[in-house]
């Protein structure tokens, strides 16, 4: 059973970084591609970033590119979102999510493997 717990939220101000964490057991990094979604109050979920399984391809929503920087770590089983020059538009719950190829952050409703989330708030 694959679990998936993210870490690393938190409070900044407008300009400030964050890195969120996310911790994958049950399946290798080798095997499944993993995607950071965001959801803020009264939105849609919306997919941010991906890294892909054994090629390790990424993907990033407009919005994030040049800011976020997505990267895993096979030997700690953990994926990594890198987030620079945080906007207040940044502000949700982000989860993190497992499924077979990036593509799959096209339809989020696919996706069975999604951790609880991790609060971030940018603010002044």
């Known amino acids: 059973q694959v679990q998936l717990v993210e870490s690393g939220g938190g409070l900044v101000q407008p300009g400030g970084s964050l890195r969120l964490s996310c911790a994958v057991s049950?399946?290798?990094?080798?095997?499944?591609?993993i995607m950071w979604f965001r959801q803020a109050p009264g939105k849609e979920r919306e997919g941010v970033s991906c890294i892909g399984s054994s090629d390790g391809t990424t993907y990033y929503t407009d919005s994030v590119k040049g800011r976020f920087t997505i990267s895993k770590d096979y030997a700690k089983k953990t994926v990594y979102l890198q987030m620079n020059s945080l906007k207040p538009e940044d502000t949700a719950v982000y989860y993190c999510?497992?499924?077979?190829?990036?593509?799959?952050?096209?339809?989020?409703?696919?996706?069975?493997?999604w951790g609880r989330g991790t609060q971030v708030t940018v603010s002044s």
């Open positions: 049950g399946v290798s990094l080798n095997y499944r591609a």
């Open positions: 999510a497992a499924d077979s190829t990036c593509g799959s952050i096209y339809h989020p409703s696919s996706i069975g493997s």
